[in-house]
């Protein structure tokens, strides 16, 4: 390789030089992660990894990380004039590799530049020049100090309401100030003793003696973060354990089975509507006892208007056969200030998942042929919808035109756990979605054929370039946004499971240099 003159003028000038590499705290779509600094000589002796500094970008100032520190030989190469770091803004280090190595993961896994990760974990004022980047006070060192990490999917989680009034419960969420969340985490960074509660911030907080985590619900898609870095908090969370030797404990309701209640399945294959003979029947047994009946309503595809099964016209269906009764609807328009116990029938959509107050009742699935035929279709997913709307149930009927399903015949014969284990099983070693290295990428723009066209070349050029690695499916029309205009064209591309290591890289490098209006989403919760 023939260098320049340039570059040997370089080398020789910085020789014996310290170099400190610093990843600049600021979200950007490049692949511009770590930028080289001289570090002058009033900075060697304090200057350490982990702590943050001003260093001159392009036209202004910013606030960056320093991840590496180097001595330059003459034997290194650069083809251009290295800037110095302006100022050292901590004396101590202000995150500790416990949470550079958690970074340092999720941008790779998730295909994300590390000063964007790096951004999104840090409260703005810890970078915010405009506001005086000022160095964190650490306000004792008590290591030994027990702390625990609980993650649920919402805030508002029911089976937090305990642990609210214990003196050491913190709720970290991007909702509070920017001064309390600096304050928490002060408290979190000195090791004092906390019992964090959030969704997605407290994972990136800079624990110091991290006992435990508890994942509620870890397979709720609400932990799916749609935001760059578009990471799922339960696998990061996963991580965190891992590198801290966290105990890691699990909630989850797909683990365990309705077991106070009897599950019957009808077969609905020969009629015409949801509420039918059996479905009558089951209904005046449960009223009749005085049960409350919830109908988990999960066909999400039907707009309203456009078929008999619309959640609106299943309500009059209702109400014209049992019409001395309340009847309710719980969807993304509820009123959550009306007193849902005053109703005898609550008809609800996904919604009524992620709802604060616990709802008891039988539960009735008119129809759950749609979870089925998904192409994504994730049966632990279903299992854990019926069992947390079900786990007060006495009686739970499922509705079905599929009764010989293999999923509909484990929950009939009670061998629902080992389909589970079995399907795992075999997704795994297909690499079939869920499982394996899967990545969407999306482009929009508010004509359709330039969508096709781009996604089109896409498919081209990763076909060309790393069609020994990866498949590629698609294009296909993503959805249709009436809001923006905009039509979005999808791309699916699978790794391929002998090809991990360099080949990631090399996959990622790709993926980091394209532009706006693609945008990346690394193991996506679904394929549709």
């Known amino acids: 390789m023939v260098v320049s003159k340039k570059t040997r003028t370089w080398a020789r000038l910085y020789a014996n030089q310290m170099i400190a590499q610093i990843v600049p705290i600021k979200k950007i779509r490049s692949n511009l992660e770590l930028l080289s600094y001289l570090v002058p000589e009033s900075l060697q002796a304090n200057i350490r990894v982990g702590q943050r500094v001003i260093v001159p970008f392009r036209s202004s100032q910013i606030v960056g990380l320093v991840w590496q520190i180097d001595q330059f030989t003459s034997a290194d190469q650069v083809s251009r004039k290295l800037k110095s770091i302006t100022q050292l803004i ?13 970074i340092d993961w999720v941008a790779e896994y998730y295909i994300t530049p590390r000063p964007t990760v790096l951004a999104s974990a840090i409260p703005e004022l810890f970078y915010r020049l405009n506001r005086r980047a000022r160095p964190v006070k650490i306000l004792s060192q008590n290591q030994n100090q027990a702390q625990q990490l609980i993650l649920a999917p919402y805030l508002n989680y029911p089976r937090m309401d305990q642990l609210r009034s214990r003196s050491d419960f913190i709720e970290y969420s991007q909702s509070l100030s920017h001064q309390e969340q600096i304050q928490i985490w002060q408290k979190v960074a000195s090791g004092e003793q906390v019992v964090v509660f959030g969704t997605y911030q407290p994972v990136y907080l800079p624990f110091k003696n991290l006992r435990q985590i508890t994942i509620f619900e870890p397979e709720n898609d609400l932990f799916k973060y749609e935001q760059n870095p578009k990471v799922h908090i339960s696998v990061v969370a996963k991580k965190l354990a891992e590198i801290h030797g966290s105990k890691l404990v699990i909630k989850s309701y797909a683990s365990v089975s309705s077991s106070s209640s009897s599950i019957q399945v009808a077969n609905i294959s020969s009629e015409k509507r949801l509420i039918n003979f059996q479905t ?38 209702l109400a014209k056969r049992f019409p001395d009764l309340k009847i309710a609807i719980i969807d993304r328009d509820i009123d959550l200030r009306q007193n849902l116990d005053a109703f005898q029938i609550i008809i609800g959509t996904a919604k009524m998942l992620y709802l604060s107050k616990i709802i008891k009742g039988d ?61 795992k099983q075999k997704k795994q070693k297909l690499g079939q979605f869920p499982y394996g290295f899967w990545i969407r990428l999306t482009y929009s723009d508010q004509s359709a054929e330039i969508c096709i066209h781009e996604t089109e070349k896409l498919v081209q050029d990763l076909t060309s370039h790393l069609g020994g690695v990866i498949d590629v499916f698609g294009p296909t029309l993503s959805i249709s946004q ?10 699916l591309v699978k790794v391929r499971d002998d ?15 394209l532009k706006k209006p693609w945008s990346i989403d690394p193991h996506p919760v679904n394929l549709v």
């Open 363 to 423: 539960l009735l699935v008119p129809i759950i042929d749609p979870l089925l035929d998904r192409p994504d279709f994730q049966p632990n997913k279903i299992l854990a919808q019926i069992n947390k709307l079900g786990r007060f149930s006495q009686s739970i009927l499922i509705q079905t035109k599929k009764p010989d399903h293999p999923f509909i015949a484990a929950i009939r014969l009670g061998s629902i756990t080992e389909y589970l284990a079995d399907v």
């Open 482 to 491: 009436s809001k923006t205009k905009k039509h979005r064209y999808s791309i």
């Open 280 to 317: 009558d029947s089951w209904l005046e047994s449960r009223l009749a006892k005085n049960r409350r009946v919830i109908i988990f309503y999960n066909v999400y595809d039907i707009k309203e208007g456009e078929s008999r099964f619309g959640i609106k016209s299943l309500k009059a269906d």
């Open 90 to 102: 901590d004396q101590t280090e202000f995150i500790d590799l416990n949470l550079r190595r958690l």
């Open 499 to 513: 090809h991990t290591g360099s080949s990631l890289r090399d996959i990622r490098a790709v993926f980091l240099k």
